[in-house]
Structures are given as C-alpha cells and as structure tokens.
C-alpha cells in the first residue's frame, strides 16, 4: 500500500534555482495538500486542492505554485527559491476538505543555499 | 492571540508514567478536532480523533472542553515507543482547513 509518495527526498538548491516537487496518491482522495513545516512554527499550509481541476491558496503560498495534474497527483513548484523556503514540504490528501483524516507522504528536505 | 498553542516541551516521562497535554485554540467555530504524531523527521499520523463525550483508545485518552476551547490528549503507562511528538489539529469551519499546533514533545526513558 503506497499511500502518498512524495519525490524527491531531498534537494539541495541554489537561491534563484526552480524545482518542483511530485506527490501522488493512490487512496482514490479527492483532496490534496501541501504544507511546509519549520521548527517551533508547526505545519502550515501552501496550497491546496478540494477536487480534480481546483487549487486555493493556503496560509503562506507566496513563492510557489501548484498544479493538480489529475486525481492522484498534485505538484508544488519553486520558481526561484530562496533560503526562506528552507525547510520540510509534506504532501498529504484526505477523502474530502478538512474535516477527515489527512495522509501525509514521507516528506522532502529542502534546503536552499 | 495564536489560533492554536500547544506547550511545545520537551515533557521527560519515566516508562508507566501518566502524562497529559493541554491544547487551547482560538475559534470557537472549530468543528472537529484530532490528536496526531509525529515522529522524529517521519511524516506526522493520526492519531485519535476528539469527539465531545471525550474518547478512549486503550492507554490513550482525549477530551474537548468547547467552553474553555480546549482539547486534551491523556497517555497512561507510557511506552518508550510513546516518545515523539503530539499535535494537536482541528478542522476550521471558518477557514475551512485543517490547523495543526506545533507539538509537544514527549520523551519516555527507562
């Protein structure tokens, strides 16, 4: 049971480099999400998707982009990084908006110099 | 005021203690709340979900107090498996999202 995959694991970035993260799951979810969590500042939420077709902005989305390619997969992309977007990215889903159990991927280290 | 603020710890624990975590959160339109773990650089998990009687699941109790806006996360006979974090979550009807707290740290030693 795979769940939510996240890739990559870890990146290391130049301030001014783009990347995009992948998450996929496999839980049939129509909901999906991306958080970053930073020490002592707990999760927070960048962007997320209700359904297919829709993205909203979360609590700190400045800096970043999403795309829901389909059901399963939702990416999250830096234009041009920098070292404030250091941090833990978590991708999770859940059944519907909020108010279920949230499964999260195993998340990716993100360090920008 | 923060919509949610957990005592972040570190609570240091003898195996077979009992400990408690408080968390206070700030909207009172809050529909549902939950308990997750997290531990040390893995992927936080559920947990326990809050219901309004109060709940249990073997060692593990919680408790909503909405007049006070608090939810409680009790642990008896703790576990050396019980050292991780404890976040404390809620479904914000206002904001429509999920609001996670920052965690409390727990360690259980021998």
């Known amino acids: 049971n795979a769940g939510v995959t996240q890739t990559p694991k870890f990146q290391v970035l130049k301030t001014g480099q783009s990347m995009t993260l992948q998450c996929a799951q496999d839980?049939?979810?129509?909901?999906m999400y991306w958080y970053r969590q930073d020490p002592g500042m707990g999760l927070r939420l960048i962007y997320y998707?209700?359904?297919?077709?829709?993205?909203d902005k979360g609590e700190v989305p400045n800096g970043y982009n999403v795309s829901r390619l389909n059901k399963r997969e939702f990416s999250l992309r830096l234009e041009s990084a920098a070292p404030s977007q250091t941090s833990v990215y978590f991708c999770?889903?859940?059944?519907?908006?909020?108010?279920?159990?949230?499964?999260f991927g195993q998340g990716t280290r993100l360090t920008v110099v | 005021r923060k919509e949610v603020e957990q005592d972040p710890g570190p609570f240091n624990v003898p195996e077979g203690a009992t400990v408690a975590f408080n968390c206070t959160y700030s909207?009172?339109?809050?529909?549902?709340f939950f308990w997750y773990r997290q531990d040390c650089r893995k992927e936080p998990k559920l947990l326990m979900s809050?219901?309004?009687s109060g709940n249990e699941d073997g060692r593990f109790t919680a408790q909503l107090n909405r007049a006070s806006q608090y939810i409680s996360l009790l642990i008896r006979d703790s576990k050396l498996s019980d050292s991780a974090t404890y976040l404390c979550?809620?479904?914000?009807?206002?904001?429509?999202?999920?609001?996670f707290g920052a965690g409390t740290r727990l360690a259980v030693h021998p």
């Open positions: 839980m049939n979810h129509n909901s």
């Open positions: 909207n009172s339109a809050s529909q549902s």
């Open positions: 999770a889903s859940s059944v519907e908006r909020g108010n279920t159990e949230a499964f």
């Open positions: 809050v219901y309004s």
């Open positions: 979550v809620f479904f914000s009807g206002g904001y429509n999202k999920l609001i």
């Open positions: 998707s209700a359904s297919e077709g829709t993205t």
